[in-house]
């Protein structure tokens, strides 16, 4: 054998572990499944001693919308149960835009059923109509720690 041959066993291997790599290219990750609110909605009002709630979409589920009162560190935590509730009535519908529109109702403390309306976009949710927005961030569970609300502060 050669010093061609030789050197042609040599090379070989590696152009095939070459090519063989650049033909598999690694799939991009999946996008988080949730579109969350990054800061409590005060979807009832603004009084001063209501925190808000966090709302989080599923904008792939038509009833995916779940919320939950903030916890100290917002809506990365809960002070609310054992878990996130899913909304009631919750309907989300995509069209060709980027925006969802999301409804849900909350059932407050006396039982009635508070409406909301949402437009969800991937960096904002609006409530609606003209209401107040926060950012909005991806995440991929809703398996969030339960904290104490925020402490509110008086004004002296």
Do not use: H
Request: hydrophobic share 40%; charged share 20%; net charge positive.
């Amino acid at each position: 054998m050669g010093v061609e041959s030789r050197a042609m066993f040599r090379v070989a291997p590696l152009l095939l572990m070459t090519a063989l790599l650049a033909g598999c290219r690694s799939a991009p990750p999946p996008v988080p499944r949730y579109i969350v609110t990054a800061t409590p909605l005060p979807l009832l009002g603004s009084s001063p001693r209501a925190t808000g709630f966090c709302v989080a979409v599923d904008p792939n589920d038509p009833k995916g919308v779940w919320w939950w009162e903030p916890g100290r560190t917002g809506c990365t935590s809960r002070s609310t149960g054992p878990d996130v509730f899913p909304a009631l009535d919750a309907r989300v519908a995509r069209s060709s835009s980027p925006v969802i529109d999301v409804s849900f109702g909350i059932q407050l403390k006396d039982n009635t059923v508070r409406a909301i309306r949402l437009e969800v976009t991937e960096d904002l949710v609006r409530q609606q109509p003209s209401g107040p927005s926060v950012s909005a961030i991806r995440w991929t569970t809703l398996a969030l720690p339960e904290s104490p609300p925020p402490i509110a502060r008086r004004n002296r």
